[in-house]
């Protein structure tokens, strides 16, 4: 492991002679400066890990030095040397911007541990800050994959409510639509990315518990409130709350969010005193709110509330010209997740692909390649790895046909010795395996299973079939 590089600074010999054998005795590599101007250079030249700064040096103030230092490389940790009762020196220091101060004559032991911990605590903010990156990347406006037409306009309807000052946003789709990806990206390129982004499934909790989660409870406030514990407002103020499937709210609970909502400020159960909160309130719904509003089943004033800037996210089958770009972006990312190498769809399971109408939309296309990635070892995809739905979408008019056709001979051909003896070798080359051979013909199994008691192959077992009458 590399040595950690320290720059010493001081216009003392000695000082900077016994800093050094006691650095390099704990494993850290020295660069020395004896003034200002020499300590800048070698800071730039050098990028250092750490610094340790005399605050009084020839040529320029230690403070001086400090703040070209951080303009340069803000994430340093400069721990600044101070003469004995400079006090004033140090609080400016650290409002400057230093990790830490010591002062002369220097205890050793304290100014390792200074060091080792201001070492520590840079790693972990660059983790946090590489985290922050990957979340920010992740979960981009441009991770939602499409360039038909309505989609680049959804995309860039995201972008533009992003860094707006909107407070509540509507996201409009059906299931499987991608509408969670548009909250994150609500969220996480927004400037509350710093703050938390908090997830609420509202019809998978029942009103009470959510009322709790939401608002938080004081002590005594029920029976089991053993303690005040703070709700996901509170929580998450700064940040953003995701409510998805809104439409699952309960009345009651919808008019405590239209409070939050306009008056940004909310009690916890049992409580007294008004908390204020500012979060972006994301919401998301699979069903028509404004016919719900119509007929009651939903606060017409949160609709009109909540609408102020409605996103609505297309379903598959109206931006088909998207699913080979879906179709190459989900291949490369169960590859890199199966540690396969997979080369694709071939254009005839492609041309599948994009005729059916996916009413599970880009959810339900993700899960039928990940099976594809699972069942198939290499090379490109094979169609029949697909769920039957998907292959005999439209019914038999659309279903595989071989690339060379069945020819007519001259003296006629019997049609059902034909479709018995196509059965009898499908069930052969899957081994006996009746859902494997309806797949390689293309018909359900309950139809194989029909047209195998009608040819008299019923009593079959996996690898011994009875033979074909006569």
């Known amino acids: 492991m590399k040595s ?16 050094k ?18 300590a800048i250079t070698l800071f730039k030249e050098n990028m250092p890990d750490m610094v340790t700064l005399d605050v009084r040096l020839p040529d320029m103030s230690g403070l001086k030095v400090l703040l070209e230092m951080k303009r340069v490389a803000p994430a340093t940790p400069i721990i600044m040397i101070t ?13 400057i911007g230093a990790y830490d101060y010591l ?17 520590e605590t840079t790693k972990l903010r660059t983790e946090v800050e590489r985290t922050k990156q990957e979340q920010e990347e992740t979960h981009s406006v441009e991770r939602i994959v499409g360039e038909s037409k309505i989609i680049r306009e959804v995309k860039a309807l995201v972008r533009k409510v992003t860094d707006s000052q909107a407070s509540t946003i509507l996201i409009e789709g059906e299931s499987g639509t991608g509408k969670d990806l548009v909250a994150k990206a609500l969220h996480y390129q927004s400037r509350r990315r710093n703050h938390p982004f908090v997830v609420l499934n509202c019809a998978a909790i029942p009103e009470h518990l959510l009322e709790n989660e939401l608002f938080g409870h004081e002590r005594g406030a029920f029976t089991d409130a053993k303690t005040m514990k703070k709700g996901l407002f509170e929580l998450a103020d700064g940040g953003s709350v995701f409510f998805d499937e809104i439409s699952g709210m309960h009345l009651n609970l919808q008019s405590k969010l239209l409070r939050v909502l306009e008056d940004q400020t909310f009690r916890r159960i049992g409580g007294l005193k008004d908390i204020t909160t500012s979060v972006r309130v994301i919401c998301a719904s699979n069903k028509d709110l404004e016919q719900m509003a119509s007929k009651g089943e939903f606060r017409e004033d949160l609709f009109y509330r909540l609408s102020i800037i409605p996103i609505l996210m297309p379903p598959l089958r109206v931006r088909k010209g998207d699913i080979r770009l879906l179709v190459e972006h989900f291949v490369q990312e169960y590859n890199v997740r199966f540690s396969k190498s997979i080369k694709g769809v071939p254009e005839k399971a492609m041309k599948i692909l994009e005729e059916y109408d996916w009413p599970g939309n880009v959810r339900e296309l993700r899960n039928a390649i990940e099976r594809a990635m699972i069942l198939q070892d290499e090379g490109y995809i094979d169609e029949h790895v697909f769920p039957l739905r998907i ?15 069945l020819s007519i001979p001259s003296q006629g051909i019997d049609l059902y ?19 494997q051979a309806s797949r390689f013909l293309s018909i359900t199994r309950d139809t194989l299973r029909y047209k195998m008691k009608k040819y008299g192959l019923e009593k079959h077992r996996r690898g011994a079939l009875q033979p074909m009458p006569q």
């Open 4 to 19: 950690k590089v320290i720059l010493v600074v001081d216009d003392e010999n000695l000082v900077r002679w016994s800093i």
């Open 21 to 38: 054998q006691k650095l390099e005795g704990a494993g850290y590599q020295v660069l020395e400066a004896s003034d200002g101007t020499s």
């Open 83 to 95: 003469a004995y009762g400079a006090v004033d020196d140090a609080v400016k220091a650290l409002q």
């Open 103 to 119: 002062e002369k004559p220097i205890n050793f032991e304290r100014l390792i541990h200074s060091l080792s911990n201001a070492l």
């Open 391 to 405: 292959l005999e979408f439209g019914g038999e008019s659309k279903s595989l046909l071989p690339d060379e056709r």
């Open 417 to 435: 010795e034909v479709e018995a003896d196509l059965i009898r070798q499908a069930l052969v080359k899957a081994g006996g395996n009746q859902t």
